[in-house]
């Protein structure tokens, strides 16, 4: 496993001691796109409900493509950013499509009002806003990937598509998920494999 959060480096340790793969599993605390692997390491990366969280989504997808053996595969899904609650603030705001009706100013707000409450508010607001060089706020823990973006970065790598899916939110509202630019708010997830 890689990521940045330090504190998942516990939390993944522990699952696979209680899951009996302490043996087959390592962690690495780091950026997705300087992954401190040679050339050729892999035959399989997942990279699961992680797009839309990395900063520089283009890197992270060449970085993956170095690490592969070739006719190795990367297999990637994600919810984009206009899904009901492609915005990641759920844990606290229940409300779909909540980021399409409010700016960042005010959930920013919002977010900092509901979670500064609860045992662990500090920590949570912490993880997802941060501020930039002016001082301004702003949702650090998303990168705002919509269909349309992943789909620009793609193009931009090496990788033959093997399989591509975008899941419907539900059955009903399939023919709204076919539709471009609505789409974006009504497809669940994106699936896709990568070969390299």
Not at 14 to 35: H, I, M, N, P, Y
Not at 60 to 77: A, M, P, Q, S, T
Not at 134 to 163: A, P, Q
């Amino acid at each position: 496993g890689v990521d940045v959060v330090a504190h998942y480096e516990q939390e993944a340790y522990e699952l696979a001691r209680s899951k009996g793969l302490q043996d087959k599993f390592t962690f690495v605390l780091g950026d997705a796109a300087s992954l401190p692997f040679e050339d050729g390491f892999f035959d399989t990366i997942i990279v699961n409900d992680a797009m839309e969280h990395v900063d520089k989504p283009l890197a992270v997808l060449k970085e993956c493509y170095r690490v592969l053996k070739k006719g190795g595969r990367i297999y990637v899904n994600f919810p984009p950013y206009y899904h009901p609650f492609g915005a990641h603030l759920s844990d606290v705001i229940g409300f779909p499509w909540v980021h399409l009706f409010f700016g960042d100013k005010t959930l920013i707000k919002v977010y900092k009002d509901l979670a500064g409450g609860m045992p662990d508010g500090e920590m949570r607001i912490n993880f997802r806003i941060s501020k930039d060089e002016s001082g301004r706020e702003y949702f650090s823990y998303i990168n705002r990937m919509t269909i349309k973006r992943f789909n620009e970065i793609l193009r931009e790598t090496d990788y033959k598509v093997v399989y591509y899916h975008e899941a419907p939110l539900r059955e009903p509202l399939k023919p709204l998920a076919k539709i471009p630019l609505v789409k974006e708010a009504f497809v669940r997830m994106v699936v896709a494999i990568l070969e390299k």
